[in-house]
Nanobody
């Protein structure tokens, strides 16, 4: 059974940092391209960052230079380090496996990030 469990969200002031974690089980994690997505209130879900099985990262323009995605294949975990947070980063953040240009699994519960001004 596939499980994607996001954690690490919270309330932070603008300019602060948060470290999100996604624990994956039930998937062939070592070969999976993984991604972080977010959905702000009233908006569509959007991709934030992706990481290949070899660790190559790609970022949305809004995340470039502020966020860093990484993975620990030994722990089946994907990390999103978020720095210099802005109020517009407020959203529920999700992780998922990416294949063929889309996500593979149903969305988990996500983790809420709230950035106050």
């Amino acid at each position: 059974q596939v499980q994607l469990v996001e954690s690490g969200g919270g309330l932070v002031q603008a300019g602060g940092s948060l470290r999100l974690s996604c624990a994956a089980s039930g998937i062939l994690f070592n070969i999976a391209v993984m991604g972080w997505y977010r959905q702000a209130p009233g908006k569509q879900r959007e991709m934030v960052a992706t990481v290949t099985s070899g660790g190559s990262a790609n970022y949305a323009e809004s995340a470039q230079g502020r966020f860093a995605i990484s993975r620990d294949n030994a722990k089946n975990t994907v990390i999103l380090q978020m720095n210099s947070l802005k109020p517009e980063d407020t959203a529920v953040y999700y992780c998922n496996r990416i294949r063929g240009g889309g996500v593979v699994y149903s969305w988990g519960k996500g983790t809420l990030v709230t950035v106050s001004s």
